[in-house]
């Protein structure tokens, strides 16, 4: 089983839908976690840590579920710039060797 | 805050050569600097985690002796491709975290192509 896992999409929606991507990890020490976004040719952006009471940040909520060891990214009112890849980090214990582990990440194509 | 910098951000040279790649983080001291390749359509993968002060620690099938990392200062870290070859065409991204439990910031990337 891969450390950190992703659904790769694509994700196609319409302007204005919400949608969901969900990330699962190996790692049950697992301390810290994060969203980021990448846009085509470029490098990864933070977009928000994920908190264990789940945290929102305008139109994106993130959520931690540590008993099923995944975490969630909504993003609400969807615009065509979220058009993007949207990885999950997790930040897994020193001893297996990597400390942050990036998922292979989840594209979302906002349509017009 | 948090800003990493990272130079060149385009680099074209002739198979041979040797580049260097420097990854500094301006406006915080970074414990650990990170430092991933990734191809087209591929995930970021990570090359070797590099702490001031100390040696690098290489993923496995990443030859140490290819990718020179060192990480003199809490600002900077270089990274330098040796012998360059066309295989080693690809986007280097470096990254610097201020602790264990922060989020990494990464560099603008440098897209090396070899000819």
């Known amino acids: 089983r891969k450390e950190v896992e992703q659904d790769p999409g694509p994700f196609n929606v319409p302007e204005g839908a919400t949608v969901a991507f969900n990330c699962t990890y190996s790692?049950?020490?697992?301390?810290?976690f994060f969203w980021y976004r990448q846009d085509c040719r470029k490098e990864p952006k933070l977009l928000m840590s994920?908190?264990?009471s789940g945290n929102e940040d305008g139109r994106f909520t993130a959520q931690l579920n540590r008993a099923s060891q995944y975490i969630s990214l909504l993003i609400r009112d969807s615009k065509l710039s979220d058009s993007a890849t949207y990885l999950c980090v997790v930040n897994m214990e020193e001893n297996y060797g990597q400390n942050f582990v990036f998922g292979p990440g989840t594209r979302l194509s906002v349509l017009p | 805050g948090a800003v990493v910098s990272q130079h060149p951000s385009w680099v074209i040279c002739k198979s041979g050569t040797s580049v260097k790649i420097e990854c500094r983080s301006l406006?915080?001291?970074?414990?650990?600097m990170f430092w991933y390749r990734q191809f087209p359509k591929q995930s970021l993968m990570l090359m070797a985690t590099?702490?001031?002060?100390?040696?690098?620690?290489?993923e496995q099938g990443v030859e140490k002796d290819k990718f020179l990392i060192n990480h003199a200062s809490l600002t900077l870290s270089t990274l330098t491709v040796t012998s360059a070859h066309p295989e080693d065409s690809s986007f280097y991204i470096c990254?610097?975290?201020?602790?264990?439990?922060?989020?990494?910031?990464f560099g603008d990337g440098t897209r090396l192509s070899i000819l």
């Open positions: 990254s610097a975290r201020q602790g264990r439990n922060q989020p990494q910031h």
């Open positions: 406006d915080f001291q970074a414990t650990t």
């Open positions: 590099s702490n001031e002060g100390s040696k690098a620690t290489y």
């Open positions: 790692n049950s020490a697992s301390q810290s």
């Open positions: 994920v908190y264990s």
